[in-house]
T-cell receptor, first 113, second 110 residues
Framework: SAVISQKPSRDICQRGTSLTIQCQVDSQVTMMFWYRQQPGQSLTLIATANQGSEATYESGFVIDKFPISRPNLTFSTLTVSNMSPEDSSIYLC??????????FGSGTRLTVV | GQQLNQSPQSMFIQEGEDVSMNCTSSSIFNTWLWYKQDPGEGPVLLIALYKAGELTSNGRLTAQFGTTRKDSFLNISASIPSDVGIYFCAGHYNNNDMRFGAGTRLTVKP
């Protein structure tokens, strides 16, 4: 399965600032997915990013708060904008492993103070 | 939407004991998946189940796709300390949508 690299692995940020998380895949993929995992919680899909088009956001997530870029078939970024402590979570990049399962990066652990 | 109910929420067991966890839903899934997440890492796929009634093993792990397609269980036999982590079930639909359970946090005491 694809190797997914995420940067940074963790960060501590001041409220009101923004953080951009990078995701690099070692093979070309059509769709890339961004998930949020709040402390002690399960995985929630934020958005699906296709190359050459705007990302599709899930209910409860908006582009102004979580802008996404997908400049090519191996790379994507997720920005967490105007952060508040409630944004403290693990953010995970994911790609389809096959038609019915997904692989995940190691995640970015974000703490907002 | 289709929700997955995963239980138990957490387990504290002795090394060598067997473990069982399950997921249920009111909706039908086409594929059931079981992931494990170690601290500081992303989830890693353990077992994928594709057909109702399917029973699949991966070493000490055994999982089954329920005959109604609305449930699945994961068993771990003879637990060892490195089994510690969070186990997630996930269900997959035809439209490429996936749902995750809330996770089972496993602690293994040596």
């Amino acid at each position: 399965s694809a190797v997914i690299s995420q940067k940074p692995s963790r960060d501590i940020c001041q409220r009101g600032t923004s953080l951009t998380i990078q995701c690099q895949v070692d093979s070309q993929v059509t769709m890339m997915f961004w998930y949020r995992q709040q402390p002690g919680q399960s995985l929630t899909l934020i958005a699906t990013a296709n190359q050459g088009s705007e990302a599709t956001y899930e209910s409860g997530f908006v582009i102004d708060k979580f802008p996404i870029s997908r400049p090519n078939l191996t790379f994507s970024t997720l920005t967490v904008s105007n952060m508040s402590p409630e944004d403290s979570s693990i953010y995970l990049c994911s790609v389809d492993r096959d038609r019915t399962s997904r692989s995940f990066g190691s995640g970015t652990r974000l703490t907002v103070v | 939407g289709q929700q997955l109910n995963q239980s138990p929420q957490s387990m504290f067991i002795q090394e060598g004991e067997d473990v069982s966890m399950n997921c249920t839903s009111s909706s039908i899934f086409n594929t059931w998946l079981w992931y494990k997440q170690d601290p500081g890492e992303g989830p890693v796929l353990l077992i994928a189940l594709y057909k109702a009634g399917e029973l699949t093993s991966n070493g000490r792990l055994t999982a089954q796709f329920g005959t109604t397609r609305k449930d699945s269980f994961l068993n771990i036999s003879a637990s060892i300390p490195s089994d510690v982590g969070i186990y997630f079930c996930a269900g997959h639909y035809n439209n490429n949508d996936m749902r995750f359970g809330a996770g089972t946090r496993l602690t293994v005491k040596p």
